[in-house]
């Protein structure tokens, strides 16, 4: 089974940065598309951002194009989103999870995801 733990959230002013990162274990994620959602309270689930197995074709939702970057290494079993410009608006739980498909499909939606983090809160406020 495999099992996904989020890392790298806090609190940042706007403007600042974040790297987020999620570390896999039980399975190896070189098969896998790799997605970032986030979550605020009384809202649905947003996906933010999709790598696909081959590491090619990212999707980014429009909101954050330009600001944030998905990665992923292999040899680590891990993914990371680097988050830059951040702003009030990017406040929420940001989630880890994995698809048994190879492929990214946008707009990324929740149930087309098999493996989920606990989350990662981001905070950006001044």
């Known amino acids: 089974q495999l099992q996904l733990v989020e890392s790298g959230g806090g609190l940042v002013q706007p403007g600042g940065s974040l790297r987020l990162s999620c570390a896999a274990s039980g399975l190896p994620l070189e098969y896998y598309a790799i997605g970032w959602f986030r979550q605020v309270p009384r809202k649905e689930r947003e996906g933010v951002s999709c790598?696909?197995?081959?590491?090619?074709?990212?999707y980014y939702t429009d909101s954050v194009k330009g600001r944030f970057t998905i990665s992923r290494d292999n040899a680590k079993n891990s993914a990371y989103l680097e988050m830059a410009s951040l702003k009030p608006e990017d406040t929420a739980v940001y989630y880890c999870?994995?698809?048994?498909?190879?492929?990214?499909?946008?707009?990324?939606?929740?149930?087309?995801?098999?493996?989920w983090g606990r989350g990662t809160q981001v905070t950006i406020s001044s």
């Open positions: 790598i696909p197995a081959r590491g090619d074709s990212t």
């Open positions: 999870a994995v698809t048994k498909w190879p492929s990214c499909i946008a707009p990324m939606a929740v149930h087309e995801f098999d493996f």
